[in-house]
């Protein structure tokens, strides 16, 4: 029966869930309804979605297509964007040399796209529609059907020696034929509101400048359409990576503060990680009939501390002895082994699962499940971030290697002298400050911010919504995740607890619950 969950937590990423749940109207059972951001991502303000690899963009895509906010929609899906991202990189390189002469051009070309995709899903309800789709492209699969439009206008770029691709797309966009097909998508969406999710690529090479351009492009294109067309039934919705979003509206995108605003960022909290993982389990463990008998009975799942007495404390325990011999809550020692992302809390939860599998114990997990399922996938995770950012930083698995051996806890002037150590892998010139700056938004070094009860609480640039800038003066420490990769020499009895940010900035409890 293929919509039945595959591993006690699910699938870690979104694409094989719904594989393993047969497609996307399954999905929606899964898929855990009281996470923080469906509220906000459905609102009509909302434009712009930014997350980390792992945050859960692709899942909240999906949920667009089965939410009840905006009624009986007309749902449009663009999640390949590596099927068209040559042939951007070629329409981007063509626009100009020039930033603020290339990103007004590349948004004509995302603004005559988005309505082009439009006009290709509401084809069958307009003839003035149907006629106007036959001179865009054709395809079912929306990420395919970009592809050969940015083909088309590239051919069309090749015919004219003296036309640049935005006085083309504007040619394009001024036509009657499309005015009056853009009257009938708006009729149309009337009574069926129009949702485009579209997302974008995990990985950028911020050095790609052509690229960058089309990125800050779309973020601006985005900007303007939700504003023109949002009251009317539209709604486009842009998922941008988080690893390289920063850098985009730091140097890339024209007047941020006109073309971001409101983003939905998808930072969780230990609460609402606690929700959607034990959602998960549960949802496994009635399928299987392994329920215990504390978590038969309703449970409210918008109360953390009822899942966490009903889901969590019967299966996990609430304390475990950790691998240094120091007593901590089960809760808050997975997690503070993550960048808090339910990707990374689903491998380590089923691992976990897998050693209790083994043993023949699951559903119960035992304090040796707990600690050697998270030593088996921390590696792994911590592979995964470095892997990430390899596009924006050539040789990053090398240059990181000059954290080898670090103390847990060391002052920020011991980065400057390990950065000299990677000097001979970087493409450029290397400062300490880059190799400050690289360690940071990476989220293997966080700066102390306070302590309690033996907790060290310590803050990283991937819950902060700008960089986290590290200076000589700072007390710095290593993210649990990278001890193992980085040999990490333990020189305090306390544990690192990475903080979790709210939006407004304030931070949570460190001993949740």
Avoid at 295 to 304: A, G
Wanted: with cysteine; charged share 25%.
């Amino acid at each position: 029966m293929k919509n039945k969950m595959l591993s006690p937590f699910g699938e870690a990423d979104c694409e094989s869930e719904l594989k393993a749940m047969g497609g996307k109207s399954n999905y929606s059972q899964l898929y855990f309804d009281e996470t923080p951001f469906n509220g906000a991502a459905t609102s009509p303000q909302t434009y712009l979605i930014i997350g980390r690899r792992g945050s859960g963009k692709t899942a909240l895509a999906q949920y667009f297509s089965f939410q009840t906010t905006i009624p009986d929609p007309i749902y449009i899906d663009v999640d390949e964007p590596a099927a068209y991202h040559q042939v951007l990189s070629d329409i981007a390189a063509r626009a100009s040399e020039n930033r603020e002469i290339a990103i007004p051009r590349l948004k004509k070309v995302w603004e005559y796209t988005i309505w082009c995709l439009i006009f290709e899903h509401t084809r069958q309800q307009s003839k003035t529609i149907n006629q106007i789709c036959n001179s865009c492209a054709s395809d079912p699969h929306a990420s395919n059907f970009i592809s050969s439009l940015f083909d088309r206008l590239l051919s069309l770029l090749h015919e004219s020696e003296t036309t640049h691709i935005g006085e083309q797309v504007g040619i394009l966009l001024s036509d009657e034929r499309l005015q009056k097909a853009k009257a009938e998508a708006l009729r149309i969406a009337r009574t069926h509101p129009i949702i485009v999710a579209m997302d974008t690529l995990e990985k950028y090479d911020a050095s790609d400048t052509g690229l960058m351009n089309a990125m800050a492009a779309l973020v601006q294109c985005a900007a303007d359409f939700s504003l023109d067309y949002r009251e009317e039934g539209i709604h486009l919705k842009v998922f941008m990576s988080g690893e390289v979003f920063s850098y985009l509206k730091a140097s890339v995108i024209q007047n941020p503060l006109k073309s971001v605003k409101n983003p939905v960022y998808l930072f969780w909290r230990s609460k609402d990680l606690l929700r959607l993982i034990s959602w998960r389990f549960f949802r496994y463990l009635k399928e299987n009939n392994q329920l215990r008998s504390e978590s038969v009975s309703m449970i409210d799942w918008t109360s953390h501390r009822e899942v966490r007495a009903k889901m969590w404390d019967p299966y996990f325990g609430h304390s475990l002895t950790n691998k240094r011999g120091l007593r901590e809550d089960t809760l808050l020692y997975v997690l503070r082994h993550t960048q808090m992302r339910p990707r990374q809390v689903i491998l380590l939860c089923n691992s976990i699962a897998e050693r209790a599998m083994e043993a023949r114990r699951f559903p119960n997990l035992s304090e040796s499940d707990i600690r050697e399922g998270v030593k088996n996938m921390e590696t792994e995770l911590a592979i995964e971030i470095i892997n990430s950012f390899g596009a924006q930083y050539p040789n990053v698995d090398k240059i990181v290697n000059g954290l080898m051996n670090m103390p847990m806890i060391f002052g920020g002037n011991e980065l400057d002298k390990r950065a000299h150590e990677t000097a001979t892998h970087w493409p450029e010139s290397y400062t300490a400050a880059k190799f400050r700056s690289l360690v940071a938004e990476l989220g293997i070094v966080g700066r102390v911010c306070g302590r309690d009860n033996g907790h060290i609480r310590a803050v990283f640039e991937y819950a902060l919504r700008d960089g986290l800038e590290l200076t000589h003066r700072d007390e710095c420490v290593i993210h649990p995740m990278f001890y193992t990769r980085f040999s990490v020499v333990f020189n305090s009895e306390s544990r690192v607890v990475p903080v979790s940010v709210f939006e407004d900035g304030s931070k949570e409890d460190d001993n949740f619950p």
